[in-house]
């Protein structure tokens, strides 16, 4: 199994930018696909971005041209570059992984958008 943690999470300034980084235990996974969901208080779970290996990116519509998913040459790292954050994307942001047998998930990491 693959174990998860995310980094880079914290307050900062509607408008601001915040990265998100997620970086797996090992190396030796072939990933599938990897990617983001966040919560907010009160709120389902939503999807918000994946990158697959074949370098495909998708994006949930309220992120859409604000956040950029990438991935490191390795392919054990993920980010999730945030720009232009608003109040409503605060969340505890969870990355994801998947192969072909398992996935995983991070403990999340919280952004909070406030002025």
């Known amino acids: 199994q693959v174990q998860l943690v995310e980094s880079g999470g914290g307050l900062v300034q509607p408008g601001g930018s915040l990265r998100l980084s997620c970086a797996a235990s090992?190396?030796?996974?072939?990933?599938?696909?990897m990617g983001w969901y966040r919560q907010a208080v009160g709120k389902e779970r939503e999807w918000v971005a994946t990158?697959?290996?074949?370098?495909?990116?998708y994006y949930a519509d309220s992120v859409k041209g604000r956040f950029t998913i990438s991935r490191d040459n390795a392919k054990n790292i993920w980010y999730l570059q945030m720009n232009s954050l608003k109040p409503e994307d605060t969340a505890v942001y969870y990355c994801?992984?998947?192969?072909?047998?398992?996935?995983?998930w991070g403990q999340g990491t919280q952004v909070t958008v406030s002025s």
């Open positions: 994801f992984s998947r192969t072909a047998s398992f996935e995983s």
């Open positions: 090992a190396t030796a996974f072939s990933f599938i696909a």
């Open positions: 990158i697959t290996s074949s370098l495909n990116m």
